[in-house]
């Protein structure tokens, strides 16, 4: 035995005596072992008080040794790893280990917070609704910023998560939740069966209770059936045994999520490794082999530090060898509960007396306590006596009415056993009441699942190995494995007689739910209140809706609610169950998606170029696009882009615009179908040839612009706004194959085959002459505006020139396969040098456009029609076309519809911003009177002035009045003039030239 | 005149590392990009998926993929890539678009995929474990064998995925992603499978 560790038995458990760890707890140094988990630890230490409660501060112990823990939370590691409300009892014990008590100040031992018991009249349950009504502005400046401070769990680190997480698929025939008898048992089965298994055990060692509980199977002791078994398992090719890892939940079609806490056990991952990890589990049957969580019954004082659940002292005692109690007392009701009696014998421990709430107690029993020297009271625990030390002394009311007094420094309580439901139930699945264990146990489950052993009510040994193996047998049958299984394990059952009892009426609190201080009296109050269906006693007094989520009281509640209305239990009935089963941490639902990788990222063919050049990105969806090239001594982003935009138009330049969607459209039918998807005619554009196009949805609104070329007779090269590039490719899919299946026409996306680049500016002829093969006619003859062919580069490379513009220029755009697109930049630098080229990004672009008056993303912004962009003369009579009859449709013609139009302030010198809304002058500015908003603006370097588009009430009728400009947002209110949108070239001479 | 030098460069030319990349040790996955590569989009024209299936027969000497699976003929893989549609993935131009033409002038559409994609094959004893991560198809040898072949998604981003012939006993998975996508996935997988520890490399050669 080591250091301070006073509460350590010699020998047994599953604990490894020779690799000693030391730990801090509150700062204060202790020593454990492997094998231990904190709360263990702790125990072994004689360190009773771990915690204070959520809201009256009381001094809190450890209830229980699994995940369904409600007091022992503590707040594990520090600085950015720190951790709040875990729960000492699942957390594995490693060297260095610090934690820290919770919701405390300034010290566990001395919490001033705790004057809140004095006022606990006025926390009652729905106490926030009741007492801090008035006056309501009160609500978020004072009372609510007092509770917090006041009541409440661990703090959250505050820092970036330092560790990484993944997320993982898996696939098999079945999943089975927990490694107990009976999730062996069907492992067994299933496996020797052939089929593809997966075995998840939260805790840290196979076995579930036979770990603390022992027993003979097939004639070996547990932990010999036990070893026995996993080497059977892990020597069968396709099961995979998974611990630290929680079934949590489950989903549509057979998918299970489950969370693997990898490298929760060690300070800090290992190098390269994650933290936790989510698995997705997608299998065919699934064996819910949980086990039950022993229940609480509630009686005055059951929350004192000392006060552990029956089951949970013999865990202590059995595998980690560690005493809670020197002088132990039992309150049960059940047979079960002697077992921890039984234990603290064996153990060496003092047995101060069993209360046995039941009439009678097995002679068996009855010899162990007249053998142990114990007396054997009828009765019910009434009121402990203890505090932050623990339990000292026990009242008792004896049957029949007399009064007793028990000394001890640990009260053990069993009131019998809830089946952990949880999994059968996510489905919205409502258990079922057994009158002979009384508990809820399953009543179907989600497709596929099936509950077996303490989950399913069997509480024998033996009954748990038979229901196990069978299910595990069956599953794999149902998966379609048909191996031999083998023999069944076989064990004895323990008889298991109960008496209920849930609550012992007396005075002083006692506790239903610990965790978040629900009362019995605040479930009588609820009740007296009319909120007596079990869903509004959860609301009203939050009982089940901590982190435990209720696994220790939510049946105790129930019960106590029964009772008082004088409805039955099962009348009463339960709340919905709702995944997860134990709290899962975001990052882990994260995976790798945080940060820079919170989604992907798609780069330009031109990206690592531009990035050479010094490029500004701009995140335009998943894209990363240049926004604009700073040059040296530029003071700030507009000096650049002015400076890009200047070089476009008095030169050249270029700009990458492969983001564009790119779709080949081919077949015989090829026209015919791009007439019914677009407004305008297709099927009669020349080979060789570029057309603007617009599409609109189904309810008349435009969808989508871009350029369309013929390639060939039965090939159609279609583009699309970039952010809509995967939104046409699906519609025109779904236009292919559902509502025109008829039309002979294939599509296939091209986006990332081509890296495109519009070229711009008077000299592009010029740096074009430098690139293209010198047999191309490039002159207005032999490339006409909207001209589209293949044409040759020097050096022989093939490409695409298309002779469309966005900038109003002079303007190509040229094509060539996406891993030539870095070189194209680069050449197109060579070429263009004699002529200043300048490369220009996605700013300078869209100055040019608004200048040029085109519209883009904030004019086709899900509400406008063509007419409203200016467009509607392109709208076809000769033809039917998607969206046609809906845009005839009376709203969407009115002629007060807000329509695009140019905007520039009448003070040359202020800046416009978009989002200012429209107001008449001498209106007042609000709804009745708001005519639209300005939705594009720029800097124009051609007007030197800022410029923009806006979306008026008639506005092309209104060119040159003087309207208001209204911005809220910014405070600001000045005049602006409307104008023709086309604010540069407008006859378009520079792009035909 | 100035010079014009034509380079092709890989989406992954920058991305790519060779050499080991995190963990020590033996690596447990070997990732190779496999550069250059002939990539064509095969799609049945209306109603003539009969005529589509025999100009494959002829020409490659097997039958096109009617189900997800990657066919191997003499020097292309016929990857299935939908209903009455397939990719044709080969080296050296034998069978690049203007070749193929022909063999299915009137049956099909083509369209060349050959720079809109990146390929990247992926071995070693942590094959499986890492696609386990970014993907949700079952890769069990006795579900996912050699030869077969998923039209699905990683992270967020479309892939075809298929089996190819093992190698050292091990399995290979080759995946084609979406070009401008390829870098943010190699970091994807690259992150997933650092714990295993990854040597990484390129080559001009299918695996």
């Known amino acids: ?993 | 005149m100035a010079d014009f030098s034509w380079d092709v460069r890989s989406p992954l030319d920058r991305a790519l590392v060779v050499g080991p990349y995190g963990a020590q040790g033996d690596a447990g996955l070997a990732l190779t990009e496999i550069r250059d590569f002939d990539l064509v989009q095969v799609m049945a024209r209306r109603g003539k998926a009969g005529a589509m299936t025999k100009a494959t027969k002829a020409h490659f000497g097997v039958a096109a993929p009617e189900t997800p699976k990657a066919v191997a003929a003499a020097d292309a893989t016929l990857i299935w890539s939908g209903p009455d549609q397939f990719l044709v993935l080969s080296k050296g131009g034998r069978h690049a678009l203007e070749m193929l033409a022909p063999v299915f002038a009137g049956s099909a559409s083509l369209s060349d995929q050959s720079h809109a994609r990146a390929l990247i094959s992926v071995s070693g004893d942590k094959a499986r474990a890492t696609l386990a991560k970014l993907s949700s198809i079952d890769l069990h040898p006795g579900v996912f064998g050699v030869g077969a072949a998923a039209a699905t998604s990683m992270d967020h981003t479309s892939v075809t995925l298929w089996r190819g012939r093992d190698r050292s006993g091990l399995a290979v998975f080759n995946l084609l992603v979406f070009a401008t996508f390829a870098e943010s996935l190699w970091h994807t997988i690259l992150d997933s499978a650092a714990e295993y520890g990854v040597t990484i490399s390129h080559s001009e050669e299918f695996a």
């Open chain 1, 1 to 993: 035995m080591r250091g301070n560790q006073a509460n350590r038995l010699n020998d047994g458990g599953l604990i490894d005596r020779s690799a000693p760890l030391n730990f801090r707890f509150d700062g204060k140094a202790f020593s454990g072992f492997e094998g231990d988990t904190l709360a263990s630890a702790l125990v072994a230490n004689g360190v009773k008080l771990v915690g204070r409660s959520f809201k009256y501060h009381r001094p809190r112990g450890i209830l229980t040794a699994g995940s369904e823990e409600p007091n022992a939370l503590v707040e594990l590691r520090s600085g950015a790893r720190r951790e709040p409300n875990t729960k000492a009892t699942t957390a594995e014990l490693y060297e260095g280990l610090e934690a820290a008590s919770q919701n405390r100040w300034p010290s566990l031992n001395f919490d001033v917070m705790s004057v809140n018991q004095l006022f606990a009249p006025i926390f009652v349950a729905g106490f926030y609704y009741k007492t801090f009504m008035w006056p309501a502005k009160f609500w978020e400046a004072i009372y609510e910023p007092a509770i917090r401070r006041a009541a409440g769990l661990g703090r959250a680190a505050g820092l970036s998560d330092p560790d990484h997480y993944d997320k993982v698929w898996a696939h098999c025939d079945v999943v089975i939740a927990g490694s107990g008898p009976a999730g062996l048992a069907a492992a067994l089965a299933a496996g020797r069966s052939g089929a593809r298994v997966i075995l998840c055990e939260e805790d840290f060692v196979l076995g579930g209770r036979l770990l603390a509980d022992g027993g003979t199977i097939d004639g070996l002791s547990a932990a010999e059936w036990v070893a026995r078994t996993v080497a059977e398992l892990e020597a069968l090719p396709d099961v995979r045994i998974m611990t630290r890892t929680t079934l949590f939940g489950v989903y549509d079609g057979g998918t299970y999520g489950a969370i693997e806490r990898v490298n929760d056990h060690l300070p800090a991952p290992p190098e390269h490794q994650v933290r936790q990890r989510l698995w997705r589990i997608v299998a065919k049957r699934c064996v819910v082999a949980a086990g039950a969580i022993e229940r609480p019954i509630v009686f005055a004082g059951n929350d004192t530090p000392g006060v552990m659940m029956a089951s949970a002292m013999r865990s202590y005692i059995n595998r980690y060898a560690a005493t809670p109690a020197r002088r132990i007392a039992l309150f049960t009701n059940n047979e079960d509960g002697w077992r921890t009696a039984e234990t603290a014998i064996a153990a060496g421990l003092q047995v101060a007396a069993v209360i046995d709430a039941r009439p009678d107690v097995s002679p068996a029993h009855r010899s162990l306590a007249s053998k142990g020297g114990f007396p054997v009271l009828h009765g019910s625990v009434s009121g402990v006596d203890g505090g932050k030390s623990g339990v000292r002394k026990i009242s008792v009311s004896l049957t029949g009415g007399a009064r007793a007094e028990v000394e001890a420094d640990g009260l053990a309580v069993s009131g019998g056993w809830n089946p952990a439901v949880g999994l059968t139930s996510y489905h919205r699945g409502r258990p079922k009441w057994r009158d002979d264990i009384a508990a809820f146990v399953p009543d179907g489950a989600p497709p596929g699942m099936v509950a077996a052993g303490a989950a399913n009510g069997a509480f024998g040994l033996g009954a748990c190995l038979r229901e196990g193996f069978e299910a595990g047998a069956t599953a794999a049958r149902d998966a379609g494995r048909s191996g031999n299984t083998g023999s069944m394990p076989v064990a004895d059952d323990a008889a298991f007689s109960l008496t209920p009892l849930w609550h012992v009426a007396g005075k002083g609190k006692a506790f239903v739910d610990q965790q978040h201080d629900v009362t019995a009296s605040d479930v009588e109050l609820a009740q007296r209140e009319g909120f007596q269906s079990v869903e509004h006693l959860k609301r009203y007094t939050t009982l089940g809706m901590a982190t435990d989520q209720g696994k220790t009281s939510n049946v105790a509640g129930l019960a106590i609610m029964a009772a008082v209305s004088g409805k039955s239990i099962p009348e009463t009935g339960t709340t919905i169950y709702r995944p997860p089963y134990v709290p899962v941490a975001i990052g882990a639902f994260a995976g790798h998606h945080r940060d820079e990788n919170f989604h992907a990222t798609r780069l330009t063919p031109s990206h690592h170029w531009a990035a050479e050049q010094g490029a500004i990105f701009v995140d335009t969806g998943l894209w990363k696009r240049a926004q604009w090239y700073p040059r040296a001594g530029e003071k700030d982003w507009l000096e650049s882009v002015t400076r890009e935009v200047k070089a476009v138009r008095s030169g050249v330049g270029f700009c990458d615009v492969s983001t564009l969607g790119k779709i080949d459209v081919h077949g015989p039918d090829a026209g015919a179908f791009l007439d019914r998807v677009y407004i305008n005619a297709f099927s009669s554009l020349a080979v060789g040839k570029a057309r603007y196009g617009l599409m609109l949805r189904e309810d008349g609104i435009v969808y989508d612009d871009g350029t369309t070329s013929r390639l060939a007779e039965d090939h159609y090269f279609l583009t699309t706004t970039t952010a809509k590039a995967g939104l046409v490719m699906q519609h025109l899919e779904f236009c292919r194959q559902v509502l025109f299946p008829e039309l002979d026409v294939q599509l296939t996306s091209v986006s990332d085959q081509w890296a495109q680049f519009s070229i711009a500016g008077p000299k592009t002829r010029d740096l074009l002459k430098e690139i293209v093969d010198p047999a191309e006619d490039l002159s207005n003859e032999g490339f006409p505006f909207m001209g589209a062919r293949e044409v040759k580069l020097r050096g022989g490379l093939k490409a695409r020139l298309f002779r469309i513009s966005f900038s109003g220029e002079m303007a190509f755009e040229i094509s060539v396969p996406a891993r030539y697109g870095e070189a194209m930049a680069r050449n197109l630098m060579i070429a263009g040098k004699p002529f200043g080229v300048t490369p220009y990004g996605t700013e300078a672009l869209g100055v040019m456009r608004i200048e040029k008056g085109h519209v883009a993303g904030p004019e086709l912004n899900g509400t406008t029609t063509a007419a409203d962009l200016g467009l509607g003369k392109m709208m076809s009579t000769k033809k039917d076309f998607i969206g046609r009859v809906m845009a005839g449709r009376e709203a969407l013609t009115a002629l007060n519809r807000q329509v695009v139009v140019g905007i520039k302030p009448t003070d040359k010198a202020r800046r416009l911003r978009s989002g200012a809304h429209i107001i008449p002058k001498g209106e007042t500015p609000g709804p009745d009177n708001d005519q639209g908003y300005v939705t594009s603006v720029c800097f124009s370097p051609v007007l030197d002035q800022w410029i923009g588009l806006g979306l008026v009430e008639r506005g092309r009728e209104r060119i040159g009045e003087i309207v208001r400009a209204h911005d809220p947002l910014r405070g600001e209110d000045y005049d602006v003039e409307l104008c023709n949108s086309v604010f540069y070239d407008p006859d378009g001479g520079r792009q035909r030239g």
